[in-house]
C-alpha cells in the first residue's frame, strides 16, 4: 500500500525559533499533498493544500507567512513553522494523494517551550 | 461546503461484539467515503473505503453501508478484538472540492476483555 513518512516524528523547541517538517511519499508520486493539525481529543484540522510546483493554498484563519509550505517535487513537502510560540504546540499530520485517496503520514509532535 | 457528523462520540463493547460508527454528511455531491483508524500518537491509518456508486463494501471483519439518498454512511467491525481499540473517523469527499476531505469528529472505541 502507499507510504507516507514525516521527519521528525516529534521536536521541541525554543519559542521564537523556527521548525521543518518534512513530509514524503515513499512508493509514489503525490501532486497534492495536504498537512493538518491536531489537537489532543479532536479531529483533524485542515491547515493548507500543497500543490507541487505552485504555491500551497491555506484555510481560512491560517497564517501563510507563519507556516511557510513548500512542494518542490512530487514526492516531498515540507511545512515550516516560523518564529513558534506555545499556542503552535500540536500534533502536525501530512497525507499525500493517490487518486482520489488520501494517505496519511504518521505525524509530528511540535512542542513549543 | 460539506458538513460531516459522526456518532457515537465514545462506544464501549466487549471482545467478540459488533461496533457500529454512523456518519451523515450534508452535500449530496459527495462521492467518496473512507474511514481512518488512528491509534494514540501516530497517523490515520485507511482501513476501508466507499465510492457512491457502491451500496456497501466489506474487507474481512470490517464493513461499510452508504445510503445515498439519506445520505448516510456506517462502519461495522464485527467480532471485535482489544487491538480494534482506537479512535475512528469518517470523512467525505466532495466532488470537484480539489480532493479535501471533510472530517467527523471521531470516535473512540475501546473494546473491553
Redesign the interface.
Known sequence: GAV?S?HPSWVICKSGTSVKIECRSLDFQAT?M?WYRQFPK???M?MA?SNEGSKA?YEQGVEKDKFLINHASLTLSTLTVTSAHPEDSSFY?CSA?EG????????T?LTVL | GENVEQHPSTLSVQEGDSAVIKCTYSDSASN?F?W?KQEL??????II?IRSNVGEKKDQRIAVTLNKTAKHFSLHITETQPEDSAVY?CAA?LTGG????T????TQLKVEL
Request: net charge positive; no cysteine; glycine share 18%.
Open positions: 507516507v514525516q497534492t495536504f479532536q479531529s483533524l485542515l493544500t493554498t499530520i494523494v482520489s485517496t488520501q494517505y496519511f503520514g504518521p505525524g509532535r | 467518496y473512507p481512518y500518537g501516530k497517523g490515520p491509518q485507511l473505503d473517523f469527499l480539489g480532493n479535501k476531505l472530517f467527523g469528529t471521531g
